[in-house]
């Protein structure tokens, strides 16, 4: 098994049990559902989104087209529902995961600030969001009427929810997303996460596609367990540190919104709490020595001693922590990681005729995908660096002018994945920050 990373493909499957008062508090949301079920959603066009992929020009016709397709994307998969949410369907699956679509429409906060409709959607986005965790936290994907599809129990998934809510609120100064809904659901990703940094004591969540059913032994870390990676399949150690570190973002975020939002100090204190332990935990356990790096991050550890050096394509990863605002490009662990991350030496390090870059078990050995070189380029430090991302993304476009989720580097007409909101979006938010004039929008506060 290289890299110790497993392999277990995205399946579409219900998984996992429910307790009673789950499935009483399932049932209560669900009232509202049912009264727009078999009613058509409402299909987007935000035209400050259609105005900025028709302004856009590049010397580079494929550059063009592919940004123009990518930024359009997003608004494509969303409806609004009657009930007033907006749904966001990842692609060609007829679902919503709760990380990719807050993913797909984080290029929208840049036209949120001066564009009505851009807020109107992400707090229609944002609102279903709420209701989606509080139907079930350990789910990571749901369909337009409010159901499971998926019961993988993926930490990022929460932390994207309340990253989402507090980017917005950042950006617009909008308040009003901050509803009793919302209130509920940070109450429920804030018991989840604690429960979860006590996994072998304090839950019961299983899968049947984790090792035995429930993952392997793990030690006390002060770090959250998470059942399944950012690429839906099965954690190999169950304290994934890219999950981890956006975890510790989400929870200074909500520490911020429960202090000046909510007014309540316990929950500030409580989010605190668990943040610093994260913190402690990441920097303990998941900083360990390499020979030829010297000390880099692990991707996953168990906190008995055993680690995966490693990484994944899909964010949170470790390529992508300073990008989540754990900690700063320049720093001096992150730079040792970086360069282990992008050489022959890390297993999912892969490179063809036409691009190179970082892969996934999800997907067929030897694959890259793009979201990890678009990531690269988000944390390069060069604009050599940042060119080298732009012509290998060109070179994947197999003539859709898109992205996907996966390609062969040596021939991109073999790829996965037709229609995969989540790198488009990423691609967009890119153009718009490295060769726009965008400022980057953080994911939270390193001084919270």
């Not at 087209?65 to 692609?91: C, F, M, N, W």
């Not at 990380?99 to 807020?119: G, H, I, M, N, T």
């Not at 596609?209 to 399949?233: C, H, L, N």
């Not at 997907?363 to 944390?379: E, F, K, N």
Request: proline share 6%.
């Amino acid at each position: 098994m290289k890299g110790a990373i497993a392999n277990c493909r995205r399946s579409t499957h219900l998984a996992g049990r429910r307790s009673p008062r789950r499935v009483r508090a399932v049932a209560a949301l669900l009232v509202a559902g049912s009264m727009f079920l078999g009613r058509g959603a409402q299909a987007l066009e935000l035209n400050s989104i259609v105005q900025a992929a028709s302004a856009y020009h590049s010397p580079n016709a494929r550059l063009e087209a592919l940004y123009r397709s990518a930024l359009l994307h997003t608004s494509r998969q969303a409806e609004i529902a009657p009930d007033g949410t907006a749904y966001v369907k990842t692609g060609d699956i007829p679902a919503e995961w709760l990380r990719d679509a807050s993913a797909q429409v984080r290029p929208y906060l840049y036209f949120a600030k001066s564009d009505p409709e851009a807020r109107t959607l992400l707090r229609a986005i944002i609102a279903r969001e709420a209701k989606y965790v509080q139907i079930d936290p350990y789910a990571n994907a749901f369909t337009f009427d409010y159901r499971v599809w998926e019961q993988k129990f993926e930490l990022d998934s929460l932390a994207y929810t309340v990253i989402l809510a507090w980017s917005y609120w950042k950006t617009t100064g909008d308040r009003s997303i901050f509803t009793p809904d919302e209130s509920l659901a940070l109450d429920k990703v804030l018991q989840t996460m604690q429960r979860e940094s006590d996994h072998p004591h304090l839950s019961t969540y299983g899968h049947p596609q984790m090792a035995e059913g429930k993952g392997r032994p793990v030690g006390y870390t002060g770090m959250i367990w998470s059942g399944f990676r950012p690429s839906d399949d099965a954690c190999y150690f169950n304290y994934l540190i890219p999950s981890n570190m956006m975890a510790a973002v989400a929870l200074g975020d909500m520490m911020q919104i429960e202090r000046d939002v909510f007014r309540n100090p316990a929950k500030e204190r409580a989010a605190h709490l668990l943040r610093d332990q994260v913190r402690y935990g990441i920097q303990k356990y998941g900083l360990l020595f390499n020979a030829r790096y010297g000390y880099i991050y692990a991707y996953e550890v168990d906190g008995l001693g055993g680690a995966v050096f490693a990484d994944d394509a899909n964010v949170p990863s470790l390529l992508s922590a300073p990008y989540i605002g754990y900690l700063s490009e320049s720093d001096k662990y992150y730079q040792a990681t970086r360069r282990f991350l992008l050489s022959a030496d890390n297993p999912t390090f892969y490179t063809g005729s036409v691009a190179r870059g970082i892969g996934s078990q999800h997907t067929a050995d030897r694959w890259v995908w793009p979201l990890a070189i678009v990531m690269q380029g988000l944390t390069a430090t060069s604009d050599a660096e940042r060119r080298d991302v732009i012509n290998e993304l060109i070179a994947s476009d197999p003539g859709d002018h898109l992205l996907h989720e996966s390609f062969d580097p040596n021939d991109p007409a073999k790829f996965t994945r037709a229609d995969f909101g989540w790198p488009n979006a990423l691609f967009s938010e890119y153009m718009l920050t490295s060769y726009g004039s965008a400022a980057p929008i953080p994911m939270g506060d390193p001084h919270a």
